[in-house]
C-alpha cells in the first residue's frame, strides 16, 4: 500500500492487470478442464465436475464482472488521487525547463562555475524524478542491442513497457472501467443462453438439421477480461510500441469475438474481414513506427514529441523561441520546425523556412538556440538561424520533411483501420455478427474509440498536412456512414453506421484543433453509444434475436425501460440541448466553423458536420419510431416481444443517467463550464495550442508559460470560442430539421399505421440516391473489384505459375535427378558392385576350392607332408646344383 | 664288396619311406603308430650308421639312438592312450572318422 | 670269406629282412598282421645295429622295442578292435598316389645319398669286438670321462673354420630329463586312457 501511495499511477496499472488476471484465471480453469475431461479417473472426474463439469456455468462472468468492477474502482481511486495532486505537473513542468536551462548553462559559464551547476542540476533532476515516478514509470522490456538503433542516444535501442498516467488517461480509464463493468453485468443477462449445456445455432444448417454446441458463456468472458486488459493497456501505454502490441491485442478480441459464432459463414466472413482491414491500416502503422524508430529513435511519447518539437524557450530559458522566416516573426515553441540545410563557409546550418525541406530534431543533447543578437535589430536577417553547440549538424539533427508527414499518416492510416474511418470502414457494420455487448463494448464505446483516442495521443506528432488529411476523413467519414445509416433495417446496422459517423466527428475536431472536443466527444459518445447498442440488445433479446426493424414495431408498451432508456439516447446523440451529446458535438462543430473562418477554402469541413447533424437526428429517430412506435409490423415477434430481466436493464438506466449528465457543469448552458470538458482540457498538450492558438483568458498560458501564441485573428481557438452560438444554431436547425422529417416519414398512427408521408414515396422518388445509400455507396463493390477480384486474379497467376513454372521447374529437376540417379544406380551396381563382388568370388571360390585341401584326414595331410618334403627337397637340390655348376 | 655307409643310409631311407607310406595309407590309428614307429626306426639306423662310419660322431650317435628308443617309447605310450581316447569318442579307430579339422 | 664279405652278405640278409618286413607293414591290410612284419622289421634292425658294433643300442631295441612298445601296440590293437581282424582298407587310388609318392620320396632321397660327399676325418672302420662302442664306454661318456671323448674332432663345418676341439661329452643331464619326460609322458598317458564312462549314455 505504500508502494501506492508513493507512486498512485500503479493504481492505473493494477487496474490494467485485474482483467489480465481474470483472463489467466479463467483460460487455466478451462485448460484444465480440458485436461481433466480428456483423462479418466476419480480424481479427475471430480476436478473435472468441480471446474464446471460439462455445463457452463456463471462463475467465470463473476470473476470477470468482479475483476472489471475492481479495475473501475482502482481506477477511481487512482483518479481521485490524482486530482488530489493537481499542481504536481506544473511543478514539473516548471522544473524541467529549469534543468534545460540548467544545461545549456555550461556552454555559457565559465569552467570553474560548472560543478556548482551540476550540483544544482542534480538537485532538479532529483526532483523532476520524485514528481514524475508518482504517475510515470518504465521497465525494460527488450534490447534488440545491435546497430540498429541510432548513434546518438544509447536508449534508442531499448523497448520500454510503462505507463504514464496523465489527464487522457484518467479519463480513459474512468470511461473504459466503467462501460465495461455495465456491459459486463449487462452480457450476464444477455448472454444466458449460452449457458445451456446444448445450443442450438438456427443460423446454422447442417446435415442433420440445426448446430448444436455446447454453449459458449465461459468463453464469452474470458474474451471480454482479454479485450479489457489489452484496451486499458493501450491507454496507459507511455509509449508507441506498447500501444501497438495492444492495439494488435484488442484486434485479435474483437475478431475473437465478432466470430463468436463461428459456424455461421457471416459471422466467420465478417470477423475475416475485420482483421484484414484491420491489418491494412496496421501496415501504415507499422511505417509511421519504423520511420520514428529510425529517425528518432525511441517510442515514448515524450520523448517524440520533445525531439520533434521545439522547446518553449531558447538556450538561455527566457525568451520565448522565435524567430524570423521569409521576412516575418513565427514563434517556434512548441511547434514544428522546417528548414533548409545550408551550407555556409565550410559551416553547416539548419536555416528555418516555412517550406525547408528538413525537419529540426531537438534532440537533448544539441541545445539548439536562435542567434537572435539584438531583438530590435530586425533589418539583419543573416542572424536568424538556429546553432547547434556542436560544431556541425549532423544526419541526426534532422530529419527529410516528408517522412515527418509520411510518419504521422502512417500512424494515423493505423487509426482509420481501428476507428473505422473512410475509406476503411466497411469492416465496422459487419463486425455486428458479434454478440450485441461485443458491439457495445468494442465496436462502439471503446476499441473503435482507440483509434481517436491514439490520434489525441500522438497529436504532436502531426504536422500539418497530416491534420488536414486527418479532417477531410474525418469528414467524408461522418457525412458517408450517416447517409448508410439512414435505409438501414437492421437495428444495430443502423447503429454501426451511426458509430461511423461520430468517430468521423471526432477525427474532424482533432484534425481542425479541436482536442479537447474531439476527446470530449470520444467520451460522451462512448456513454451513449454503449447505451443504445445495449438498447438494441435489450430489443434483439426481448424479441427473441431479431434484428430487423421491419418487423417491429409499437414495442413502447411491452418494454418500457428499454424504450425510455434509448430515447434518451437517441436525444443525447441528435444533441439535445443539456444533454451530453450536445455539448461535445456543438464543440466540435464550433471548432470546425472557426477553422473555416480561418481558411475559407475548407468550408466543406464545417458544411459536412452540420448537414450531418441533421441526418443524425433523422436516422436515430426513424429507428427509435420504427422500432418502439406506431402498428406492430410482425405479429408473432410482437406477441413474443418482453422487457429483459434487471441484469440488463439496470446498466442501461446508469448508462442513461450517465449520458445525460457526463458532462454536465455548472452553468448549465455554457459548454466550457463542463467538468469533463475542463479536466480534458487540463490535459491537452500545449502542442495543439502552438498549432491552433489558444487563449490566455482559459489559463491556457498557465500550462506552457514559454509558449507564443499566434495572433488572436489568426487562432483557430479564438474563432471557435467566438462562433459557438452560431454553431450551435446551425446544428440544431439541422437536427430539428432531422427531427421533423423523422416524424414524418416514421411516425405512424398507432390505429390506422399510416404515416404522414410516405416513405416509399421517397424511395421512389430518389431511386439513385437510395440504391446509392442502401448499397453502402457501392464501397464493398468498388473494393471487391478494385481489390479483391485483382487479388483472387493474381492469386491465380500465381497458382497457374506455382503449378506449371515451378511445379515445372521442380519436376522436372526432379526427374532429372531420378534419371541421373537411375544411371548412377546403374554405374554403381554393375561397375562398382562389380568389381567388390568379382574380387570377392575370385576370394571365395579360390578360397572354397583351398578348403578342400583341408580335408581333416590325417592320412592326407601326411601325404602332404611328404609331397612338400619332395618339393622342398627339389628346390633346394635344384639350386645347390646351380650354385655348385655357378 | 664293401658295405659303405650308403648302404646303410639306403636301409635308413627305405625304412623311413615305409614309415610315411605306412601313416599315409593305414586307415587304422594303430597301424599309423605303427608307420611313426618304422620313421624312428629309419633314423636310427641313420644314427647308428653314421655313429660307426664318423669318429667324431662315435659316442653322439648312439647316444641320440638310445634318446630315440626312449622316446619312441614315450610316444608309443602316448600315442596309444590318444588312440583308445579316440576309439572311446568314435567308437572307431578309423582316423578317417576324426573330420573335425576339415575346411 | 674275407671279413668284408662276411659281414656284406650278413649286411644285405639282414637289409633285406628288414626292408621287406618294413614293406610288409605297408602292405598287409591286418592290423595283427602289419605287427608282426613290424616286430620282425624292429628285430631286423636292431640286427643292423649290431652289424654297427652298436651292442648296447642293438639290445636296448631289442628289449624295449621289441619288449616294450610293440606289446604296447598291441595291446593298444587288442583294446580297440571290434574284430581283431577288421580291416579298414584305402582306397585304390589311395594307393596309387601312396606309392607313387612312397618312390619319388625313396627315390630323391636315395638319389642325394648316393650323390652325397662324405668327408669323415678317418675312413670307417669295420666292426670289431676290439673298438667296438660297449656299454662301458656309452656310460663313461654319458657321464663325461675324457676317456670315453671321441678323438676325432667334430665335423661338418665349412672349409677353413677350424672345428672346436672336445674334450668331453656329458650327456647325463638329457639323460635325465629324458627319463623324468618319460615318466611323465607314462602318467600322462595312464591318464589319458583311464576308463571313462561313456558320455553318451548320460547326455542322449
Same mark, same amino acid.
Given at each position: 500500500?505504500?508502494?501506492?501511495?508513493?507512486?498512485?499511477?500503479?493504481?492505473?496499472?493494477?487496474?490494467?492487470?485485474?482483467?489480465?488476471?481474470?483472463?489467466?484465471?479463467?483460460?487455466?480453469?478451462?485448460?484444465?478442464?480440458?485436461?481433466?475431461?480428456?483423462?479418466?479417473?476419480?480424481?479427475?472426474?471430480?476436478?473435472?465436475?468441480?471446474?464446471?463439469?460439462?455445463?457452463?456455468?456463471?462463475?467465470?462472468?463473476?470473476?470477470?464482472?468482479?475483476?472489471?468492477?475492481?479495475?473501475?474502482?482502482?481506477?477511481?481511486?487512482?483518479?481521485?488521487?490524482?486530482?488530489?495532486?493537481?499542481?504536481?505537473?506544473?511543478?514539473?513542468?516548471?522544473?524541467?525547463?529549469?534543468?534545460?536551462?540548467?544545461?545549456?548553462?555550461?556552454?555559457?559559464?565559465?569552467?570553474?562555475?560548472?560543478?556548482?551547476?551540476?550540483?544544482?542540476?542534480?538537485?532538479?533532476?532529483?526532483?523532476?524524478?520524485?514528481?514524475?515516478?508518482?504517475?510515470?514509470?518504465?521497465?525494460?522490456?527488450?534490447?534488440?542491442?545491435?546497430?540498429?538503433?541510432?548513434?546518438?542516444?544509447?536508449?534508442?535501442?531499448?523497448?520500454?513497457?510503462?505507463?504514464?498516467?496523465?489527464?487522457?488517461?484518467?479519463?480513459?480509464?474512468?470511461?473504459?472501467?466503467?462501460?465495461?463493468?455495465?456491459?459486463?453485468?449487462?452480457?450476464?443477462?444477455?448472454?444466458?443462453?449460452?449457458?445451456?449445456?446444448?445450443?442450438?445455432?438456427?443460423?446454422?444448417?447442417?446435415?442433420?438439421?440445426?448446430?448444436?454446441?455446447?454453449?459458449?458463456?465461459?468463453?464469452?468472458?474470458?474474451?471480454?477480461?482479454?479485450?479489457?486488459?489489452?484496451?486499458?493497456?493501450?491507454?496507459?501505454?507511455?509509449?508507441?510500441?506498447?500501444?501497438?502490441?495492444?492495439?494488435?491485442?484488442?484486434?485479435?478480441?474483437?475478431?475473437?469475438?465478432?466470430?463468436?459464432?463461428?459456424?455461421?459463414?457471416?459471422?466467420?466472413?465478417?470477423?475475416?474481414?475485420?482483421?484484414?482491414?484491420?491489418?491494412?491500416?496496421?501496415?501504415?502503422?507499422?511505417?509511421?513506427?519504423?520511420?520514428?524508430?529510425?529517425?528518432?529513435?525511441?517510442?515514448?511519447?515524450?520523448?517524440?514529441?520533445?525531439?520533434?518539437?521545439?522547446?518553449?524557450?531558447?538556450?538561455?530559458?527566457?525568451?520565448?523561441?522565435?524567430?524570423?522566416?521569409?521576412?516575418?516573426?513565427?514563434?517556434?515553441?512548441?511547434?514544428?520546425?522546417?528548414?533548409?540545410?545550408?551550407?555556409?563557409?565550410?559551416?553547416?546550418?539548419?536555416?528555418?523556412?516555412?517550406?525547408?525541406?528538413?525537419?529540426?530534431?531537438?534532440?537533448?543533447?544539441?541545445?539548439?538556440?536562435?542567434?537572435?543578437?539584438?531583438?530590435?535589430?530586425?533589418?539583419?536577417?543573416?542572424?536568424?538561424?538556429?546553432?547547434?553547440?556542436?560544431?556541425?549538424?549532423?544526419?541526426?539533427?534532422?530529419?527529410?520533411?516528408?517522412?515527418?508527414?509520411?510518419?504521422?499518416?502512417?500512424?494515423?492510416?493505423?487509426?482509420?483501420?481501428?476507428?473505422?474511418?473512410?475509406?476503411?470502414?466497411?469492416?465496422?457494420?459487419?463486425?455486428?455478427?458479434?454478440?450485441?455487448?461485443?458491439?457495445?463494448?468494442?465496436?462502439?464505446?471503446?476499441?473503435?474509440?482507440?483509434?481517436?483516442?491514439?490520434?489525441?495521443?500522438?497529436?504532436?506528432?502531426?504536422?500539418?498536412?497530416?491534420?488536414?488529411?486527418?479532417?477531410?476523413?474525418?469528414?467524408?467519414?461522418?457525412?458517408?456512414?450517416?447517409?448508410?445509416?439512414?435505409?438501414?433495417?437492421?437495428?444495430?446496422?443502423?447503429?454501426?453506421?451511426?458509430?461511423?459517423?461520430?468517430?468521423?466527428?471526432?477525427?474532424?475536431?482533432?484534425?481542425?484543433?479541436?482536442?479537447?472536443?474531439?476527446?470530449?466527444?470520444?467520451?460522451?459518445?462512448?456513454?451513449?453509444?454503449?447505451?443504445?447498442?445495449?438498447?438494441?440488445?435489450?430489443?434483439?433479446?426481448?424479441?427473441?434475436?431479431?434484428?430487423?426493424?421491419?418487423?417491429?414495431?409499437?414495442?413502447?408498451?411491452?418494454?418500457?425501460?428499454?424504450?425510455?432508456?434509448?430515447?434518451?439516447?437517441?436525444?443525447?446523440?441528435?444533441?439535445?440541448?443539456?444533454?451530453?451529446?450536445?455539448?461535445?458535438?456543438?464543440?466540435?462543430?464550433?471548432?470546425?466553423?472557426?477553422?473555416?473562418?480561418?481558411?475559407?477554402? #475548407?468550408? $466543406?469541413?464545417? &458544411?459536412?458536420?452540420? @448537414?450531418? /447533424? %441533421? !441526418?443524425?437526428?433523422?436516422?436515430? =429517430?426513424?429507428?427509435?419510431?420504427?422500432?418502439?412506435?406506431?402498428?406492430?409490423?410482425?405479429?408473432?415477434?410482437?406477441?413474443?416481444?418482453?422487457?429483459?430481466?434487471?441484469?440488463?436493464?439496470?446498466?442501461?438506466?446508469?448508462?442513461?443517467?450517465?449520458?445525460?449528465?457526463?458532462?454536465?457543469?455548472?452553468?448549465?448552458?455554457?459548454?466550457?463550464?463542463?467538468?469533463?470538458?475542463?479536466?480534458?482540457?487540463?490535459?491537452?498538450?500545449?502542442?495543439?495550442?502552438?498549432?491552433?492558438?489558444?487563449?490566455?483568458?482559459?489559463?491556457?498560458?498557465?500550462?506552457?508559460?514559454?509558449?507564443?501564441?499566434?495572433?488572436?485573428?489568426?487562432?483557430?481557438?479564438?474563432?471557435?470560442?467566438?462562433? #459557438?452560438? $452560431?454553431?450551435? &444554431?446551425?446544428?440544431? @436547425?439541422? /437536427? %430539428? !430539421?432531422?427531427?421533423?422529417?423523422? =416524424?414524418?416519414?416514421?411516425?405512424?398512427?398507432?390505429?390506422?399505421?399510416?404515416?404522414?408521408?410516405?416513405?416509399?414515396?421517397?424511395?421512389?422518388?430518389?431511386?439513385?440516391?437510395?440504391?446509392?445509400?442502401?448499397?453502402?455507396?457501392?464501397?464493398?463493390?468498388?473494393?471487391?473489384?478494385?481489390?479483391?477480384?485483382?487479388?483472387?486474379?493474381?492469386?491465380?497467376?500465381?497458382?497457374?505459375?506455382?503449378?506449371?513454372?515451378?511445379?515445372?521447374?521442380?519436376?522436372?529437376?526432379?526427374?532429372?535427378?531420378?534419371?541421373?540417379?537411375?544411371?548412377?544406380?546403374?554405374?554403381?551396381?554393375?561397375?562398382?558392385?562389380?568389381?567388390?563382388?568379382?574380387?570377392?568370388?575370385?576370394?571365395?571360390?579360390?578360397?572354397?576350392?583351398?578348403?578342400?585341401?583341408?580335408?581333416?584326414?590325417?592320412?592326407?595331410?601326411?601325404?602332404?607332408?611328404?609331397?612338400?618334403?619332395?618339393?622342398?627337397?627339389?628346390?633346394?637340390?635344384?639350386?645347390?646344383?646351380?650354385?655348385?655348376?655357378? | 664288396?664293401?658295405?659303405?655307409?650308403?648302404?646303410?643310409?639306403?636301409?635308413?631311407?627305405?625304412?623311413?619311406?615305409?614309415?610315411?607310406?605306412?601313416?599315409?595309407?593305414?586307415?587304422?590309428?594303430?597301424?599309423?603308430?605303427?608307420?611313426?614307429?618304422?620313421?624312428?626306426?629309419?633314423?636310427?639306423?641313420?644314427?647308428?650308421?653314421?655313429?660307426?662310419?664318423?669318429?667324431?660322431?662315435?659316442?653322439?650317435?648312439?647316444?641320440?639312438?638310445?634318446?630315440?628308443?626312449?622316446?619312441?617309447?614315450?610316444?608309443?605310450?602316448?600315442?596309444?592312450?590318444?588312440?583308445?581316447?579316440?576309439?572311446?569318442?568314435?567308437?572307431?579307430?578309423?582316423?578317417?572318422?576324426?573330420?573335425?579339422?576339415?575346411? | 670269406?674275407?671279413?668284408?664279405?662276411?659281414?656284406?652278405?650278413?649286411?644285405?640278409?639282414?637289409?633285406?629282412?628288414?626292408?621287406?618286413?618294413?614293406?610288409?607293414?605297408?602292405?598287409?591290410?591286418?592290423?595283427?598282421?602289419?605287427?608282426?612284419?613290424?616286430?620282425?622289421?624292429?628285430?631286423?634292425?636292431?640286427?643292423?645295429?649290431?652289424?654297427?658294433?652298436?651292442?648296447?643300442?642293438?639290445?636296448?631295441?631289442?628289449?624295449?622295442?621289441?619288449?616294450?612298445?610293440?606289446?604296447?601296440?598291441?595291446?593298444?590293437?587288442?583294446?580297440?578292435?571290434?574284430?581283431?581282424?577288421?580291416?579298414?582298407?584305402?582306397?585304390?587310388?589311395?594307393?596309387?598316389?601312396?606309392?607313387?609318392?612312397?618312390?619319388?620320396?625313396?627315390?630323391?632321397?636315395?638319389?642325394?645319398?648316393?650323390?652325397?660327399?662324405?668327408?669323415?676325418?678317418?675312413?670307417?672302420?669295420?666292426?670289431?669286438?676290439?673298438?667296438?662302442?660297449?656299454?662301458?664306454?656309452?656310460?663313461?661318456?654319458?657321464?663325461?670321462?675324457?676317456?670315453?671323448?671321441?678323438?676325432?674332432?667334430?665335423?661338418?663345418?665349412?672349409?677353413?673354420?677350424?672345428?672346436?676341439?672336445?674334450?668331453?661329452?656329458?650327456?647325463?643331464?638329457?639323460?635325465?630329463?629324458?627319463?623324468?619326460?618319460?615318466?611323465?609322458?607314462?602318467?600322462?598317458?595312464?591318464?589319458?586312457?583311464?576308463?571313462?564312462?561313456?558320455?553318451?549314455?548320460?547326455?542322449?
Amino acid at each position: 500500500m505504500s508502494a501506492l501511495s508513493e507512486q498512485p499511477g500503479l493504481y492505473f496499472v493494477v487496474a490494467t492487470i485485474l482483467p489480465m488476471v481474470s483472463f489467466l484465471l479463467l483460460i487455466l480453469t478451462a485448460f484444465l478442464r480440458h485436461a481433466a475431461r480428456a483423462c479418466d479417473s476419480p480424481l479427475c472426474n471430480t476436478l473435472y465436475r468441480v471446474l464446471g463439469g460439462g455445463r457452463p456455468g456463471r462463475t467465470a462472468a463473476y470473476v470477470a464482472t468482479t475483476a472489471i468492477a475492481l479495475s473501475f474502482v482502482c481506477s477511481l481511486v487512482g483518479a481521485i488521487h490524482f486530482a488530489s495532486h493537481g499542481q504536481d505537473h506544473h511543478r514539473i513542468e516548471e522544473l524541467k525547463e529549469e534543468a534545460h536551462h540548467l544545461e545549456s548553462e555550461f556552454a555559457h559559464r565559465p569552467v570553474e562555475e560548472h560543478p556548482k551547476i551540476e550540483k544544482e542540476l542534480q538537485t532538479v533532476n532529483a526532483e523532476i524524478h520524485r514528481l514524475e515516478s508518482k504517475w510515470v514509470g518504465r521497465i525494460e522490456w527488450a534490447n534488440p542491442a545491435g546497430p540498429y538503433g541510432t548513434k546518438k542516444d544509447a536508449r534508442a535501442s531499448i523497448l520500454y513497457v510503462g505507463y504514464r498516467i496523465d489527464n487522457l488517461t484518467v479519463v480513459m480509464f474512468l470511461m473504459v472501467t466503467l462501460i465495461a463493468t455495465l456491459i459486463h453485468i449487462f452480457s450476464i443477462g444477455y448472454m444466458s443462453e449460452e449457458l445451456a449445456e446444448e445450443v442450438e445455432d438456427h443460423q446454422v444448417h447442417t446435415a442433420d438439421g440445426h448446430l448444436k454446441r455446447r454453449g459458449r458463456f465461459g468463453r464469452f468472458f474470458l474474451f471480454l477480461s482479454l479485450f479489457c486488459f489489452s484496451m486499458l493497456n493501450l491507454v496507459l501505454a507511455d509509449n508507441l510500441f506498447q500501444v501497438f502490441v495492444s492495439w494488435e491485442l484488442v484486434g485479435i478480441c474483437s475478431y475473437l469475438l465478432i466470430g463468436f459464432n463461428y459456424e455461421r459463414q457471416s459471422a466467420s466472413n465478417a470477423a475475416n474481414k475485420a482483421f484484414i482491414t484491420n491489418r491494412v491500416g496496421d501496415a501504415g502503422f507499422v511505417i509511421g513506427l519504423l520511420i520514428i524508430w529510425t529517425y528518432i529513435g525511441t517510442f515514448n511519447f515524450e520523448e517524440i514529441f520533445k525531439t520533434i518539437r521545439a522547446p518553449l524557450t531558447d538556450s538561455h530559458g527566457v525568451r520565448p523561441l522565435r524567430t524570423k522566416i521569409d521576412g516575418e516573426y513565427v514563434p517556434l515553441g512548441a511547434r514544428i520546425v522546417r528548414a533548409n540545410l545550408v551550407v555556409e563557409d565550410g559551416e553547416k546550418k539548419l536555416v528555418p523556412s516555412q517550406t525547408g525541406d528538413q525537419a529540426v530534431l531537438f534532440s537533448p543533447k544539441v541545445h539548439l538556440h536562435v542567434e537572435d543578437a539584438d531583438p530590435g535589430d530586425e533589418t539583419d536577417e543573416s542572424k536568424w538561424y538556429l546553432k547547434s553547440f556542436y560544431p556541425d549538424f549532423d544526419s541526426t539533427d534532422s530529419m527529410p520533411y516528408w517522412l515527418l508527414v509520411a510518419a504521422g499518416l502512417g500512424i494515423f492510416v493505423g487509426c482509420v483501420g481501428k476507428s473505422a474511418q473512410f475509406p476503411l470502414h466497411v469492416w465496422l457494420p459487419d463486425a455486428m455478427e458479434g454478440p450485441t455487448p461485443v458491439s457495445a463494448l468494442i465496436h462502439a464505446a471503446t476499441m473503435v474509440a482507440a483509434g481517436v483516442y491514439l490520434v489525441a495521443r500522438a497529436f504532436p506528432l502531426f504536422t500539418a498536412e497530416a491534420l488536414i488529411v486527418i479532417a477531410y476523413v474525418g469528414g467524408i467519414t461522418l457525412f458517408v456512414a450517416a447517409t448508410i445509416a439512414i435505409v438501414q433495417t437492421d437495428i444495430k446496422k443502423v447503429l454501426a453506421y451511426s458509430t461511423v459517423s461520430q468517430l468521423g466527428y471526432m477525427m474532424l475536431a482533432l484534425g481542425v484543433g479541436g482536442w479537447v472536443a474531439g476527446i470530449f466527444h470520444l467520451i460522451t459518445h462512448a456513454f451513449f453509444k454503449a447505451l443504445l447498442f445495449l438498447c438494441s440488445g435489450s430489443v434483439i433479446f426481448g424479441c427473441h434475436h431479431e434484428q430487423e426493424m421491419t418487423k417491429m414495431g409499437g414495442l413502447f408498451p411491452k418494454m418500457k425501460i428499454t424504450a425510455l432508456t434509448m430515447l434518451v439516447g437517441v436525444l443525447t446523440i441528435a444533441g439535445t440541448p443539456l444533454f451530453s451529446g450536445w455539448y461535445s458535438k456543438d464543440m466540435i462543430v464550433a471548432q470546425s466553423l472557426g477553422y473555416v473562418r480561418l481558411h475559407p477554402e #475548407h468550408f $466543406l469541413l464545417f &458544411l459536412l458536420p452540420v @448537414v450531418t /447533424a %441533421g !441526418i443524425t437526428t433523422f436516422y436515430m =429517430f426513424r429507428m427509435w419510431l420504427m422500432t418502439f412506435t406506431g402498428k406492430p409490423r410482425d405479429k408473432h415477434v410482437f406477441e413474443h416481444a418482453k422487457e429483459s430481466p434487471a441484469t440488463m436493464t439496470i446498466p442501461l438506466i446508469v448508462l442513461a443517467v450517465f449520458s445525460i449528465c457526463v458532462a454536465w457543469g455548472w452553468p448549465l448552458h455554457d459548454p466550457e463550464a463542463s467538468h469533463l470538458n475542463k479536466v480534458i482540457h487540463h490535459g491537452q498538450p500545449h502542442h495543439v495550442l502552438a498549432d491552433f492558438g489558444g487563449l490566455a483568458e482559459l489559463g491556457e498560458l498557465e500550462h506552457a508559460p514559454g509558449l507564443v501564441f499566434k495572433h488572436v485573428e489568426r487562432s483557430e481557438r479564438y474563432w471557435a470560442l467566438k462562433l #459557438h452560438g $452560431l454553431a450551435e &444554431l446551425s446544428a440544431f @436547425v439541422a /437536427a %430539428g !430539421i432531422g427531427v421533423i422529417f423523422a =416524424f414524418l416519414l416514421y411516425y405512424q398512427s398507432r390505429q390506422t399505421g399510416k404515416t404522414r408521408l410516405d416513405p416509399e414515396e421517397a424511395r421512389e422518388q430518389f431511386p439513385g440516391v437510395y440504391a446509392l445509400f442502401a448499397n453502402k455507396w457501392y464501397f464493398d463493390e468498388l473494393y471487391s473489384a478494385l481489390l479483391v477480384r485483382p487479388a483472387l486474379r493474381v492469386s491465380q497467376w500465381c497458382k497457374a505459375f506455382d503449378l506449371r513454372g515451378i511445379d515445372g521447374v521442380i519436376n522436372g529437376s526432379g526427374r532429372c535427378t531420378v534419371t541421373l540417379s537411375r544411371w548412377s544406380g546403374w554405374v554403381d551396381r554393375y561397375i562398382v558392385d562389380g568389381l567388390v563382388n568379382l574380387i570377392a568370388s575370385v576370394s571365395y571360390g579360390v578360397g572354397s576350392w583351398l578348403r578342400r585341401v583341408q580335408t581333416g584326414y590325417i592320412r592326407s595331410y601326411v601325404l602332404f607332408l611328404v609331397l612338400a618334403a619332395i618339393g622342398v627337397f627339389a628346390i633346394l637340390s635344384y639350386f645347390l646344383a646351380m650354385a655348385a655348376a655357378g | 664288396m664293401t658295405v659303405t655307409l650308403t648302404h646303410y643310409l639306403v636301409l635308413g631311407a627305405l625304412l623311413f619311406v615305409c614309415g610315411a607310406l605306412c601313416m599315409a595309407l593305414k586307415r587304422n590309428g594303430i597301424g599309423v603308430l605303427m608307420g611313426v614307429e618304422l620313421v624312428l626306426n629309419g633314423a636310427n639306423v641313420n644314427f647308428v650308421a653314421l655313429a660307426h662310419f664318423n669318429p667324431a660322431f662315435a659316442v653322439e650317435g648312439q647316444i641320440f639312438a638310445l634318446f630315440v628308443i626312449v622316446m619312441a617309447a614315450a610316444e608309443a605310450a602316448i600315442a596309444l592312450a590318444i588312440v583308445l581316447n579316440f576309439y572311446n569318442n568314435h567308437l572307431s579307430v578309423d582316423v578317417d572318422t576324426a573330420e573335425e579339422l576339415k575346411g | 670269406m674275407s671279413t668284408n664279405e662276411l659281414q656284406a652278405i650278413l649286411f644285405y640278409l639282414v637289409a633285406a629282412i628288414t626292408a621287406l618286413c618294413a614293406i610288409g607293414v605297408v602292405v598287409t591290410q591286418h592290423i595283427v598282421r602289419a605287427a608282426t612284419w613290424l616286430l620282425f622289421t624292429l628285430a631286423g634292425t636292431a640286427g643292423v645295429f649290431f652289424l654297427l658294433g652298436a651292442d648296447f643300442v642293438a639290445a636296448i631295441q631289442i628289449l624295449v622295442y621289441v619288449g616294450g612298445t610293440l606289446v604296447l601296440v598291441v595291446f593298444g590293437v587288442m583294446l580297440t578292435a571290434q574284430s581283431p581282424f577288421i580291416s579298414l582298407r584305402a582306397s585304390a587310388a589311395e594307393w596309387a598316389i601312396g606309392t607313387v609318392v612312397g618312390f619319388l620320396l625313396f627315390g630323391m632321397l636315395a638319389v642325394s645319398l648316393y650323390s652325397a660327399n662324405w668327408n669323415f676325418p678317418e675312413p670307417g672302420q669295420t666292426a670289431s669286438p676290439k673298438n667296438s662302442m660297449n656299454s662301458v664306454v656309452l656310460g663313461e661318456s654319458l657321464l663325461g670321462f675324457e676317456e670315453a671323448t671321441p678323438a676325432a674332432n667334430m665335423t661338418g663345418f665349412p672349409p677353413g673354420a677350424a672345428p672346436p676341439s672336445r674334450k668331453a661329452v656329458a650327456y647325463l643331464l638329457p639323460f635325465e630329463i629324458v627319463s623324468v619326460h618319460l615318466l611323465v609322458v607314462l602318467i600322462g598317458a595312464a591318464y589319458l586312457a583311464r576308463a571313462r564312462r561313456r558320455r553318451q549314455a548320460t547326455s542322449t
